[in-house]
């Protein structure tokens, strides 16, 4: 499909308006359980992981920046430093089956192609993918809406929280703070985990700038998951850029507590100590060593990373891996700017 017929078809219904907005339509979501070897309808866990600027270095501070970037083959597309490895560890941590993955974009659906390319790329399999329906805000006459995405993946990652409510979901969030992320995933956390009344979340959204008519359809999703999950963790990538870091709660008597990261190396440290990533020396090592490889973290620096968790934690299992893998480290290779090999 040539890139004129993509936009076309992005465009063509602009001039088809109308007076209902039904916020599910911007939701335009894949299952790929189907596709998988040993996917599971119940996982141990279930991680939600944003795209642009989580997974893929993205730009889109201008209108040439959403052009270029829609213009991009597979190959043009950059990973981020270290997530394909945490992903895929995270994923297949426990061997099968596997913990559910599922991307989260607030890309429009005509880019699944070109990302889907990449993904597999990176070699890196998942569960479900969403991309936001921006046609569908066009065609309505929502144009305030194509930049505003706090409604859309609220409700993009509250029904995936629905698949697994009557399990009891436990859920790791990681996004950036580019744009609404920290805002959504503190408001979504609070609601599963029963922290906070619906009516509150109500308010939540309100404060949030979501607009009414939106509120009311992704109020009965909220019932229904309201207390019935458990977020382990939440990871806010500091994104690099000229207009700099949008600001969000570290305040550690806050909750959820949200670990800012610029190194997806403190990821694997985070899933480690939530249980996500198994207590396995071998396997730390491991990963340090591919994260390495990928973004040239000197060794010396994950090694000083793993003491430091090998100190704090309270956890003897996790202090144990976390030694032996640093130990393995140092004796792997003094020189940190080399690719290392095991």
């Excluded at 968790?309 to 956890?315: H, P, R």
Aim: hydrophobic share 45%; with cysteine; charged share 20%.
């Amino acid at each position: 499909m040539g890139y004129s017929i993509v936009m076309i078809d992005f465009f063509r219904k602009f001039f088809s308006g109308g007076n209902t907005y039904d916020l599910g339509r911007l939701i335009d979501r894949r299952q790929c359980s189907g596709l998988i070897v040993g996917e599971v309808a119940n996982p141990s866990f279930d991680i939600i992981c944003d795209i642009d600027k989580t997974y893929l270095e993205t730009e889109f501070e201008s209108v040439v920046d959403l052009a270029r970037t829609a213009m991009e083959d597979a190959r043009d597309k950059i990973t981020v430093f270290g997530v394909r490895e945490v992903l895929m560890a995270a994923r297949w941590s426990r061997g099968a089956p596997p913990n559910g993955l599922h991307f989260v974009s607030s890309s429009p659906p005509q880019l699944r192609r070109v990302l889907e390319s990449k993904l597999a790329l990176d070699g890196l399999d998942w569960t479900s993918d969403t991309f936001k329906n921006q046609a569908y805000n066009l065609q309505r006459r929502r144009l305030s809406l194509l930049r505003h995405h706090v409604a859309y993946k609220t409700l993009a990652i509250l029904t995936i929280m629905a698949k697994r409510a009557d399990a009891g979901g436990r859920f790791v969030m990681i996004g950036d703070n580019a744009e609404s992320d920290p805002l959504v995933y503190s408001g979504v956390a609070r609601l599963i985990e029963g922290r906070i009344p619906v009516a509150d979340f109500e308010q939540f959204l309100f404060n949030a700038g979501v607009q009414a008519i939106e509120t009311r359809q992704i109020m009965p999703v909220a019932e229904e998951v309201h207390g019935k999950g458990t977020v382990v963790a939440v990871f806010i990538r500091k994104v690099p850029g000229p207009r700099g870091h949008k600001p969000f709660g570290m305040d550690p008597a806050a909750w959820p507590q949200m670990t800012g990261f610029t190194s997806y190396f403190d990821v694997a440290l985070g899933l480690l100590q939530v249980g996500v990533l198994p207590p396995d020396g071998d396997a730390l090592f491991k990963l340090a060593v591919a994260i390495h490889n990928s973004s040239l973290i000197p060794v010396a620096a994950l090694v000083n990373k793993l003491k430091s968790l090998a100190e704090s934690s309270d956890s003897l299992e996790v202090a144990g891996a976390c030694r032996k893998a640093a130990i393995q480290l140092e004796e792997h290779s003094p020189a940190s700017w080399l690719r290392l090999s095991l």
